[in-house]
């Protein structure tokens, strides 16, 4: 599975948009692009995933660029309660790969 | 509801000794797995079972032994356990295993310090 790479640490303001970006420049046509994230203490949690076209549900959007070599996470409207570690993943289709966590991004919402 | 339950949420223990953690998924899912996430908050999965069935299998010690009686139920047994083994282990759920349509759910997490 594709490597990804992205920063340690982010703040972003209550109440602003969080854009967490994520490198997967060596992804391959059929890897699924993840994100989950971890609130301190707890267990991870799934926030969205998409192949090639954009993606949006409740929680966020992602934005994949048209060569998937890059992501973005999208927070519209950051909360104190999303302040985490999010973990961008990219797993094969349809093979019963693992999800490799990296180290992620450290999100801190600021009031 | 609890979708993904684990017990014991700490446990502390000698090295040693033998222990176990429960896991029960009540979302009809196929697919569970056991990660285990270490002092630098490194996640990294070291078993998965689809239908009861061993299908992933990281390099972990054989003293790490899963255990699923059905499909809801995936245990963690540890015999003689070692102060490295002192981490936050985490049980996790999807529907399938194929990626696109597995959506993992994961437990509160069980806190394991090995004395």
């Known amino acids: 599975d594709a490597k990804t790479t992205q920063p340690t640490s982010m703040d972003c303001a209550e109440g602003r948009a969080a854009n967490l970006p994520c490198n997967h420049s060596?992804?391959?046509?059929?890897?699924?692009v993840y994100w989950y994230r971890q609130i301190h203490s707890q267990g991870p949690q799934y926030i969205i995933h998409?192949?090639?076209n954009n993606e949006t549900n409740e929680m966020a959007s992602l934005i994949i660029t048209e060569d998937r070599k890059s992501s973005t996470l999208i927070l519209p409207h950051a909360t104190l309660r999303d302040t985490a570690v999010y973990y961008c993943i990219v797993r094969v289709a349809n093979t019963g790969n693992q999800f490799y966590f990296g180290t992620g991004t450290s999100l801190t919402v600021i009031p | 509801d609890t979708a993904v339950s684990q017990t014991p949420k700490y446990l502390v223990t000698q090295m040693g000794n033998d222990k176990s953690i429960k896991c029960e998924q009540n979302?009809?899912?196929?697919?569970m797995y056991w990660y285990k996430q270490d002092s630098k908050k490194f996640l990294k999965i070291m078993f998965s079972?689809?239908?009861?069935?061993?299908?992933i299998n990281e390099t972990v010690p054989n003293r790490f032994s899963p255990k699923s009686p059905d499909k809801a139920h995936l245990n963690l047994h540890i015999n003689s356990l070692e102060l490295g083994d002192s981490a936050v282990y985490f049980c996790?759920?999807?529907?399938?295993?194929?990626?696109?349509?597995?959506?993992?759910?994961f437990g509160p997490g069980t806190r394991l310090t090995v004395l």
């Open positions: 079972y689809n239908n009861k069935e061993l299908i």
């Open positions: 979302l009809g899912h196929d697919t």
């Open positions: 996790a759920s999807s529907q399938v295993y194929l990626a696109g349509r597995d959506t993992q759910y």
């Open positions: 060596t992804i391959s046509g059929n890897e699924y």
């Open positions: 998409g192949l090639k």
